[in-house]
């Protein structure tokens, strides 16, 4: 069964706009957090959809925003971009997201760089 | 709040020697913990998981962790290094927050591995 598939792979921006990352997760699977990593703060939780419905959310600015769409498929949206929102991000799916052994996929990562 | 530390941000081994990489958890309640290993410019996979089903967890590649609850530990190990080892590695604990779970991960160690 194919992965979590997160597209596109590398995305240029230049401050000031704004970019939308795609992330289709297994199929089956409801929840999908997404997750920014960078050098300096390593690996951060940003949210959580499960059935199109955000139910947490990491310690962000309001310009960072996501959504889920009912076949699960979710993307997340940076507005007013600045160079410290070059990071790598990733999407992780997982079944359920209500077991707390329930184990997360995650995508290959879409690299964001800002300049 | 659950969270995980790990020791040392740099290991570096010989190919064939004993790899130790070290985790240390917080947790008021019994923790379900995870290590995941992350390649060069990819996502991160799955390496094990601790469930409370048993103290020492096999994994994939060789990896295996045995969880300490008198000290708190979950230190991942392989008895031989490869070459092909050399990786970041991701402890993880589960957190129950806003009344659902979310992975919470350490700073991350890089593994490199010498001929």
């Known amino acids: 069964k194919a992965g979590v598939t997160q597209t596109p792979r590398y995305l240029i921006k230049t401050r000031g706009q704004q970019v939308t990352l795609s992330c289709s997760p297994i199929s089956g699977h409801r929840s999908v957090s997404w997750y920014q990593q960078t050098p300096g703060q390593g690996l951060q939780f940003l949210f959580e959809?499960?059935?199109?419905?955000?139910?947490n959310k990491g310690n962000f600015p309001g310009r960072f925003s996501g959504r889920q769409f009912s076949n699960s498929r979710s993307e997340m949206n940076v507005s007013t971009l600045e160079l410290g929102d070059s990071a790598l991000y990733l999407c992780a799916s997982s079944s359920a997201g209500t077991t707390m052994n329930t184990e997360a996929f995650f995508g290959q990562g879409t690299r964001l760089t800002v300049v | 709040a659950q969270s995980v530390t790990q020791l040392g941000s740099h290991v570096s081994v010989s190919e064939g020697a004993l790899v130790l990489l070290r985790c240390n958890y917080s947790s008021s309640v019994p923790p379900y913990l995870f290590w995941y290993v992350q390649y060069p410019n990819q996502g991160l996979q799955l390496l094990l998981k601790?469930?409370?089903?048993?103290?020492l967890v096999k994994g994939i590649n060789g990896f295996e962790a045995e969880f300490k609850k008198s000290e708190t530990s979950f230190h991942l190990t392989k008895p031989s290094a490869h070459m092909s080892d050399a990786a970041e590695y991701f402890c993880?604990?589960?957190?129950?927050?806003?009344?659902?779970?979310?992975?919470?991960f350490g700073a991350g160690t890089r593994l490199a591995v010498h001929p």
């Open positions: 601790y469930t409370s089903a048993a103290t």
């Open positions: 993880a604990v589960t957190r129950f927050s806003g009344g659902y779970n979310k992975l919470i």
């Open positions: 959809y499960f059935s199109e419905t955000q139910r």
